[in-house]
């Protein structure tokens, strides 16, 4: 056997499919099954059990999964150990919103594979959450309130929110000053999801209900200034409109907790040394973003 075929196999055990692993991998599906026929055949057991929806593990698999993956950890951390500082290689797959991703984190992005040549990166920029181990990613640039999961995260920033509504549309039904009349206003929204305001250092959790939907906060601003609804969102993203009184912000006594920004990625004993540089780096563009955040407060302040 040899790393190929170990770290292959482990591919497949944690997405649970040929396809994705091979997705991750970089390299199509019949390299990767005869990577893993190889491999049971120098090892004498049947480790996977394929069936239409995937490959699950046998009992001799799950025994073997552990031992694999921890000698192809060790061998990750070893081979960046002994690697010139500074020096990445391989393959990096990031995903990032496609909310600020291209116009804040792209270059952070593009620095990092700018001053390691050997690196190829590959970005993806969607609001939609993906499954990192799923669909092969090393990790994720995530802007929000972050679920309980089993995703390791660092908070690498933050932006404030603001709940906004159009002139026009406060004129016609009115600007909601509290939770309860805050609900029974239309919003627009990314799908189903649950909103919070706070009250005080109190959490409060809103249901809000809207007709207009799109998966893109870029979207969401566009209908926001149509009047449709109320909307919630990411002050640097509004910033002109506010600027311009084209949205004006509504219930500032309860207004959206702050969201983090965050780098995550899968769980596992260690992150690479990819993954931490890309965090560095995340928290150097942050910083200047939260400077600029803070400047523009004092000066509406004054």
Known sequence: MDMEELRTFVEV?????????????SVSKSIVSRRLA?????????LLARTTRGAGLTEAGITFREHAAKICAEIDIA???????????????????????????????????????????RACYT?????????????AIRIGHLTDSTLLARKVGYTPA????????IERHGAPE??????????VMQGTE??????????????????FKADNAVALVASALAGIGLAGLPRELIIEHL??????????????????????????????????VLTEMMVACCEGLCRGIMLRDAQWAA
């Not at 055990?13 to 991998?25: E, F, I, M, N, W």
């Not at 919103?97 to 620095?111: C, D």
């Not at 509290?178 to 919003?187: A, G, I, L, R, W």
């Not at 959206?256 to 260690?270: A, D």
């Open 243 to 276: 600027e311009s009184g084209a949205l004006v912000p509504v219930m500032k006594q309860y207004p959206p907790p702050t969201l983090g920004i965050y780098v995550v990625r899968p769980p596992g004993n260690h992150s690479s040394r990819k993954v931490r």
């Open 38 to 46: 190889r491999l049971e055949a120098d090892l004498g057991v049947q």
């Open 13 to 25: 055990a944690d997405t649970g499919s040929v396809t994705a692993a091979a997705l991750r991998l």
């Open 127 to 139: 609001d939609r959450f993906v499954d990192l181990i799923g669909e092969g990613f090393d990790c």
């Open 178 to 187: 509290t939770p309860e009349e805050f609900e029974k206003h239309d919003v």
């Open 162 to 169: 603001l709940y906004v509504a159009t002139p026009e549309y």
């Open 79 to 121: 081979r960046e150990t002994i690697l010139p500082a500074g020096e990445l290689r391989g393959s990096f797959r990031i995903a990032a919103p496609l909310t600020f991703g291209p116009t804040h984190f792209a270059p952070v992005i593009a620095a990092m594979a700018r001053l390691n040549p050997q690196l190829q990166v």
């Open 194 to 211: 649950t909103w919070l305001a706070l009250d005080g250092d109190k959490v409060i959790t809103l249901k809000p209900h809207g007709r």
